[in-house]
């Protein structure tokens, strides 16, 4: 098990593309959502997959249970998904001796990015960037559980961030 205590916030523009150091695309779906749990299958690259229970233990953090799946039965289990199949291209950006980690969404959500921090404590400090916007931390409308439903793709239709 992980303990995954992170912070997500709105990026305001693309000076972060040019630290980026890694690049990998997600296709994810949940097979169940519940309050403070989720169960989540997740493509990495179209050659490897996980699936991911996260139950809610405070604000900012989450345990978090991972195994790596193979990657034709998670494609079989994503079309039993409930809700949409998010999409979305992660990029690695280092700041300030921190990993960010910038989420560029597409299909539904096409014109969303937001970036994560992982931290080792609720407590830590770390530097702002730029390009960071606002905080949206907590905020359930930008999880990807709300994402994949209904509710949250209707909202980024009729909105959208581009």
Known sequence: MKIEIERKYLVANDRWRKHATTRSVFRQAYMMAAGDRTVRIRTI????????VKICTGQ???????????????????RHRIGIVVEKTRYDVVYGGFVWEIDVYDGAHRGLV?????????????????????????????????????????????????
């Open 45 to 52: 690259d179209a050659t490897r997959a996980t699936l991911t």
């Open 60 to 78: 900012l953090t989450r345990d978090e249970f991972e195994y790596d799946l193979p990657y034709c039965e998670a494609l079989e289990l994503i």
């Open 114 to 162: 937001v970036a994560e921090i992982e931290l080792q404590d609720e407590s830590d400090e770390f530097p702002l960037p730029v390009w960071v916007g606002r905080e949206i931390t907590g905020q359930r409308l930008y999880s990807n559980q709300i994402l994949a439903m209904a509710r949250g793709a209707e909202f980024f239709a009729e909105n959208r961030l581009n």
